[in-house]
């Protein structure tokens, strides 16, 4: 069984390491320090088993594990936490498997035998109640079977065209599957409705315009893409920019 | 090396200790009050002859007054062991005695030469004496009961409060510490070893009495050693830069006033940056102040969520700088976009203040 260790923690990784060398039919291909990398090595290495730390920098363990469900032939995911009451409650619940560290042996064993693939319910079940956990820092796409991160302070707008909504970001454009309703409300403080089909990006607001035909246009920095405005969402957007 | 707060064996007794200045100065004053009422109550008395009998009266009841507090002063090691009900008759009756005594000798020395005066009015003096006196000092010595039960009720709810705001120590942190001790005993024992020491030195700060306040060089240490535990986890990620070389090392404080604020420097400042960073600790000693800041980089991020984790730990401590040194203890906070930094301030305090003198 080939497994992935996560966590930030030097000694944290040793030791996880130092536990599985004794168990037979493991081995350890990876380690990494945060969500990113792991989500990178992942790619590389397609381990069948990741032992995920879930308060972690940049990208933390939550956020990982959503974007590795999304991945052609994603690994199980044991999640690994220190302390924190309020989200154990909500792993229990939903049947998804954790150990707290220190991690005993026998617990890691019978985890690993147990390890299953997690949904991408249970993922957002425990994302609900894990009361730290914050917006995530990535949005994932799949290009030609990988998974393709693209960070969210590089998105300029998201824009819904038939089935797909399409991701404007610095290096180009993209399309991912999700809502623009499930977009918008887990980027709360990023994003805003400007027409039934479009989010922006706040910071990327460049300026409100005016056609002679009385329609309304944002511009965009960074981005030549003028996106249309809606007479129902030009109050909001008004109000926003006065401020 | 712990400093208990000084403690007098009379602690329980409701007389105040009459042997101190202050508490012959609020007797005198008392006592000067109750002479104007008298000098002022007879009717029909010229007013030359007003001034006169005050400043007779005057004499008699400072006699009276600072007589009683020289005998309760002299006695109060004895009244000491007694229950407040005994201690208050014998104090009530020594009064009454001083009275007797001092108006016995008013007679003799000022009345008997100058005056023709019968044994009926001597007997009439005396008692009129007494009486006047027991009537004042009976609500006097209910005053100091009441005042003192008032006093007491305060320094118990404060100190309730001390405690109920203890310093604890985060669970998150003891369980990181010891996954990390789990993995240094293989490979490093000695390591292993160390951190065990310094956590042990750590739960004993947090668990001991909140009452008691330590010399800022124990605080200090107690930082050092949760920052060596933390650096055994976090490795390169945490850097530390030290500036207080002006700060007095015997100032007084609370335990663990400082070391939270470390930790939350390092659970929302460091641990969030995948690169790590800096936490910088600055002291200064002005003016008889204190002001000790603690800054760490910021991931901005994670902006909202810093503002709501610190905010137990912030609370906490400002109550209890509060509780200690009421308006003069404060905790403030600054933080941008990239540092988040917070300043805390209290007078410089070397020895423990004499509760009373308060």
Redesign the interface.
């Known amino acids: 069984m080939k497994i992935l260790i996560v966590d930030d923690e030097q000694p944290a990784r040793t030791r996880l390491r130092g536990m599985l060398q004794q168990l037979n039919d493991c081995e350890v291909v990876a380690e990494a320090a945060n969500g990113k990398q792991a989500l990178e090595a992942s790619q590389t290495y397609q381990p069948d088993l990741v032992l995920l730390d879930i308060r972690m920098p940049g990208m933390d363990g939550l956020e990982a594990a959503e974007h590795l469900s999304k991945m052609d032939a994603p690994p199980a995911i044991i999640f690994t936490t220190a302390y924190n009451d309020y989200a154990l409650s909500a792993f229990k619940t939903h049947a998804v498997d954790y150990l707290l560290k220190p991690v005993r042996k026998e617990n890691l064993l019978q985890a690993i035998s147990a390890a299953t693939r997690l949904n991408r319910a249970q993922l957002q079940a425990i994302g609900e109640a894990e009361t730290e956990h914050t917006e995530p820092t990535h949005i994932s796409a799949r290009v030609k079977g990988n998974i393709q991160l693209i960070p969210v302070n590089t998105i300029h707008f998201f824009l819904a065209e038939h089935k797909y909504v399409t991701v404007g970001y610095v290096d180009g454009e993209v399309l991912i599957e999700d809502s623009l309703l499930t977009l918008e409300q887990r980027f709360p403080r990023h994003f805003m409705r400007v027409h039934r089909n479009a989010l922006v990006a706040i910071d990327h607001i460049a300026a409100l315009e005016k056609d002679n035909q009385g329609r309304c246009h944002i511009r965009l920095k960074d981005c030549d893409k003028v996106l249309e405005v809606s007479r129902r969402h030009l109050p909001d957007i008004r109000k926003f920019m006065k401020r | 090396m712990r400093l208990k707060r000084s403690t007098t064996k009379c602690d329980d007794l409701f007389l105040p200790d009459f042997c101190a200045m202050r508490m012959v100065f609020v007797v005198v004053i008392i006592a000067q009050l109750a002479a104007f009422v008298l000098a002022l109550a007879p009717l029909d008395i010229p007013l030359a002859q007003r001034w006169n009998n005050l400043g007779m009266i005057s004499l008699y009841v400072q006699w009276c007054a600072l007589g009683s507090c020289t005998v309760l002063c002299i006695v109060r090691p004895w009244l000491c062991g007694m229950t407040n009900i005994q201690a208050g008759i014998i104090s009530y009756l020594l009064i009454l005695l001083v009275i007797v005594l001092i108006t016995e000798l008013a007679y003799w020395l000022i009345y008997k030469p100058g005056y023709e005066a019968s044994q009926t009015w001597h007997i009439h003096f005396l008692l009129r004496n007494v009486v006047i006196g027991a009537i004042i000092s009976g609500p006097i010595l209910r005053y100091f009961y009441v005042q003192n039960q008032w006093r007491r009720n305060i320094q118990a709810e404060s100190e309730a409060r001390l405690q109920a705001l203890q310093s604890r120590i985060r669970?998150?942190f003891?369980?990181?510490s010891?996954?990390?001790i789990?993995?240094?005993i293989?490979?490093e024992p000695q390591q292993a070893e160390d951190a065990v020491e310094n956590l042990a030195d750590l739960f004993r700060a947090s668990l001991s009495d909140a009452r008691n306040l330590i010399p800022l060089s124990e605080e200090l240490e107690l930082c050092h050693r949760y920052l060596d535990i933390e650096a055994?986890?976090?490795?390169e990620r945490l850097q530390q830069k030290w500036n207080i070389d002006t700060l007095p090392r015997d100032a007084l404080v609370p335990p663990l006033l400082i070391q939270p604020l470390l930790e939350n420097a390092i659970y929302h400042g460091i641990?969030?940056?995948?690169e790590g960073g800096t936490i910088e600790v600055t002291g200064q000693l002005e003016n008889k102040k204190i002001a000790i800041t603690i800054r760490n980089p910021l991931?901005h991020?994670?902006g909202?969520?810093i503002a709501r984790?610190n905010q137990l730990a912030h609370d906490n401590i400002r109550e209890r700088l509060t509780a200690l040194h009421g308006k003069q203890g404060s905790l403030q906070i600054e933080a941008n976009e990239h540092s988040y930094q917070v300043t805390i301030r209290f007078p410089y305090q070397n020895e423990y203040e004499d509760p009373d003198r308060r």
């Open positions: 669970p998150h003891l369980f990181n010891m996954n990390t789990a993995s240094l293989p490979a055994l986890r976090l490795g641990e969030p940056l995948t991931n991020n994670s909202q969520q984790g």
